[in-house]
């Protein structure tokens, strides 16, 4: 499957973005979707994750509260909204498609990962 996120900017600290990863080459009901985020300088964390059906998520401590994950298997897309921004939330955003439960989703699980798109939160 080939991923690709886009929906990324500048945005003022306590301003709302709506990421989107399209799909394609595979139905994403396929897979267990994930958001990921790389800060400058920083190794890549997980953000958000979210299950073959939309029925179960799972999100970092950092986010927890402002972004929430969501999915339309019909539509072959996943979204972050992403409310309440804060400055150490600028990284590029990544998405991620795995054959594993979403509680145990991290780095080494994505089978798949798409191109980032970048969001950066002024203050």
């Known amino acids: 499957v080939q991923l690709q996120a886009y929906g990324g900017g500048l945005v003022q600290a306590g301003g709302s973005l709506r990421l989107s990863c399209a799909a394609s080459?595979?139905?994403?009901?396929?897979?267990?979707m994930g958001w990921f985020r790389q800060a400058p300088g920083k190794e890549r964390e997980f953000v958000a994750a979210i299950n073959y059906s939309g029925s179960s998520t799972r999100y970092a401590d950092s986010v927890k509260g402002r972004f929430t994950i969501s999915r339309s298997n019909v539509k072959n897309t996943v979204y972050l909204q992403m409310n309440s921004l804060k400055p150490e939330d600028t990284a590029d955003y990544y998405c991620g498609a795995a054959r594993i439960p979403i509680a145990t989703m991290g780095l080494n699980g994505v089978d798949y990962w798409g191109k980032g798109t970048q969001v950066t939160v002024s203050s």
């Open positions: 080459g595979d139905t994403i009901g396929n897979y267990a």
